[in-house]
């Protein structure tokens, strides 16, 4: 079964950059397609950014210019590079895997948080 670990999250000053990382394990081949949704306490849960295997990208309109996907497929894993980040950043971010560019996958991460303050 597919199995997604993330890691990088944490507490960053505005401005500042985190990088996050999501390893997928199993097979992942229903889809084309891995990276983040967020969600905010209170709002639904939407792209933040996703990759597929060949490189094309979608990003949130919010954090175009300031976030980065990239995709290793040998090694099944995703990054965000999340520079400029905004307190408005602050959520939890779901690795996703086995969708489209639109559309989600079944497969979730359990969540890393990320939190934007001074």
């Known amino acids: 079964q597919v199995q997604l670990v993330e890691s990088g999250g944490g507490l960053v000053q505005p401005g500042g950059s985190l990088r996050l990382s999501c390893a997928a394990s199993?097979?992942?081949?229903?889809?084309?397609?891995m990276g983040w949704y967020r969600q905010a306490p209170g709002k639904q849960r939407d792209v933040a950014a996703l990759i597929t295997d060949t490189g094309l990208t979608r990003y949130a309109d919010s954090v175009k210019g300031r976030f980065t996907i990239s995709r290793d497929n040998a090694k099944n894993t995703v990054y965000l590079e999340m520079n400029s980040l905004k307190p408005e950043d602050t959520a939890v971010y779901f690795c996703?895997?086995?969708?489209?560019?639109?559309?989600?996958?079944?497969?979730w991460g359990q969540g890393t948080q990320v939190t934007v303050s001074s």
């Open positions: 996703n895997a086995g969708g489209t560019l639109y559309s989600r996958g079944n497969y």
């Open positions: 199993g097979n992942t081949l229903s889809g084309n397609a």
